[in-house]
C-alpha cells in the first residue's frame, strides 16, 4: 500500500504541475505582467508551501534541525538539481533584471541567514540561535521583496491594446480555479511522496536524521522540480526560473523568518558548512546566468552533478 500510495504522489505532483503552471501563466496574460514575475511569486510562494509546512511544524514542536535542514537542503537542491535537470531540458534564458537583484538578493538572503544564526562568533554568545527578534528581521526583508515585486509588476505591465481581448484559456474563474487545484495537488501529492518515502526509507534501515536531510529536503522541493521541468517543456523559462529563486528567497527569509518568529531555532554547528555550500553555490548560479544570458546544457550538466557529490558528502558526513 505504501508503495502505491508513492506512485498517487507522484502522480498528483506531475498532473497538478501541469495544470499549475498553465493557469498561472495565463493569469500573468491576463494581468498584463511578465511570466517571469508570476514565477518570482504565485508559482515560487506556491512551490514552497511544503517547506513553510514542514519548517513551522518542526518550530512548534522544537525541532530546530529538522526547521533549518529542511531550507538549507532544499535550497542547495534547487540550485543544483532543479537548475540543473532544467536547464538540461531546455537551456534557461536569463532576464537581466534576474541577474542584477533577484539573484543577487538570494544571495543576500543567505549571507543574511549566516550572519543572523552566527551568535558565537559575531556576539559572542553561549550557543548559536536564529531568535524571534531575527525572525522579524528575516520577515522584514521578506516585505521588502514582496514591495520591489509588486512595484515591478506594476511597471512592466503591457499595454491593454497589447494584450489580446480574450486568451482562449477561458475566464478569470476558470484559470484561478485550475491554478489553485494544480497547487492542491502539488502540495497533496509532495506529502504523500515525503510520508511514505520516509517510511520506505526507515524499512530499509536508513536513520532519522539522514532522512531529515535527504527525502525531507528533497521530498519538500519536489514541487519546485516538477513545476520548473513542466515550465522549461513548455519553453516558459521565465516561471522555471522565476520559481527556482522565488523560492530560495521565500524559503529563507519567510519561512526560517516565520519559524523563528514562532519558536527561536537552536542551529547546530553541522549546519554551518551547507549554509556556506548554499551561499557559494547561488554565487555560481549568479555565474552562470552571467554567460551568455542562459543557463546551457552544460552548465545543467555540472550543476546536477554537484548536487551528486553534496549528497554523498552528508551521507557519508551523517
Do not use: C
Not at 36 to 61: K, R, Y
Not at 225 to 235: D, M, P, Q
Amino acid at each position: 500500500m505504501t508503495y502505491i500510495l508513492l506512485a498517487v504522489g507522484f502522480a498528483l505532483l506531475i498532473k497538478g504541475a501541469d495544470y499549475f503552471v498553465e493557469g498561472a501563466s495565463t493569469i500573468a496574460t491576463m494581468l498584463r505582467v511578465p511570466p517571469l514575475l508570476v514565477g518570482l511569486t504565485i508559482v515560487a510562494f506556491g512551490t514552497s508551501s511544503p517547506e513553510a509546512t514542514v519548517s513551522m511544524i518542526a518550530a512548534m514542536e522544537g525541532n530546530s534541525d529538522v526547521s533549518l535542514g529542511n531550507v538549507v537542503g532544499s535550497n542547495i537542491f534547487n540550485i543544483t538539481l532543479v537548475v540543473g535537470i532544467t536547464a538540461m531540458i531546455n537551456p534557461l534564458a536569463v532576464e537581466t533584471t534576474t541577474i542584477r537583484k533577484e539573484i543577487p538578493f538570494t544571495l543576500l538572503a543567505s549571507v543574511a541567514l549566516a550572519v543572523v544564526a552566527s551568535d558565537v562568533a559575531l556576539q559572542m554568545a553561549g550557543t548559536n540561535l536564529i531568535g524571534r527578534s531575527e525572525g522579524l528581521i528575516l520577515l522584514l526583508f521578506f516585505m521588502i521583496f514582496l514591495y520591489y515585486i509588486i512595484e515591478v509588476a506594476l511597471n512592466n505591465r503591457e499595454p491593454v491594446s497589447d494584450v489580446p481581448t480574450t486568451t482562449g484559456k477561458g475566464t478569470w474563474g476558470k484559470n484561478i480555479f485550475i491554478t489553485i487545484a494544480g497547487l492542491a495537488a502539488i502540495i497533496f501529492g509532495g506529502d504523500l511522496v515525503v510520508d511514505h518515502a520516509t517510511t520506505i526509507a526507515l524499512s530499509l534501515g536508513m536513520s532519522e536524521t539522514l532522512v531529515g536531510l535527504t527525502i525531507v529536503a528533497v521530498g519538500t522541493s519536489l514541487p519546485e522540480l516538477i513545476t520548473s521541468i513542466t515550465a522549461a517543456l513548455k519553453k516558459k523559462s521565465e516561471i522555471a526560473l522565476g520559481n527556482i529563486v522565488g523560492s530560495n528567497i521565500f524559503n529563507i527569509l519567510f519561512v526560517l523568518g516565520a519559524s523563528a518568529t514562532i519558536s527561536p531555532l537552536a542551529v547546530n554547528d553541522k549546519i554551518f558548512t551547507d549554509i556556506a555550500i548554499m551561499i557559494i553555490l547561488t554565487a555560481v548560479l549568479l555565474i552562470f546566468s552571467r554567460s551568455k544570458f542562459k543557463i546551457s546544457k552544460v552548465e545543467g550538466a555540472i550543476l546536477a552533478a554537484v548536487y551528486i557529490v553534496y549528497l554523498v558528502y552528508i551521507i557519508l558526513r551523517n
